[in-house]
């Protein structure tokens, strides 16, 4: 069958624009992806997960300056803080400056700090998180109640720990915790899972 000059050009403006739409397609395809990839990502960081950095060494060693980690935004809007949990909030006298320290009093209780050792409700907290006696009670020298939404928090490294002892940061509210930091990412010999029990 003979095919006209009508006809080739007919068939090669047709495949032109085949051409065009599957290009078309294709891009419209890897944009559309490419945006949905980018909405999952601010989903994550808003509501799921957020990596931070470690600056200083008041919760040395269980962290030290620099370690890298991924902090949990989510469990939190299911269950409540735990004690010893490892927890990021907000520091009351910055407006963009956060703590991480870990949580040692619970919402009601009272705690004393008594020849540096830590007393809930009057007894002696058994814990091994501390690296030192406290040499400074700070306002926890005479017993501090919690309100029902507060949490009482201390670094790991006591002695040079700013924390729920020091008026600037006093009892930490559920709302200024942003989440709980559940394992380093990098150094990559610290690398693992944080202890929380």
Known sequence: MDVTE???????????????RYYAYEISSVLLYGLFLFLVCLAVIFFVAQKTVV?????????EDGDNLIVDKLSYRFTDPKRYDIVVFHYPEGENSYYIKRIIGLPGETVLIEDGRIYINGVLLEEDYGNALMENSGRANSPVTLGEDEYFVLGDNRNVSSDSRDPAVGNVSRDQIVGKAFVCIYPFDRLGFLRHQ
């Open 6 to 20: 009508d006809g080739r050009r007919t068939m090669s403006a047709r495949r032109r624009r085949n051409r065009r």
């Open 55 to 63: 600056d200083g060494s008041s919760m040395s060693p269980t962290l």
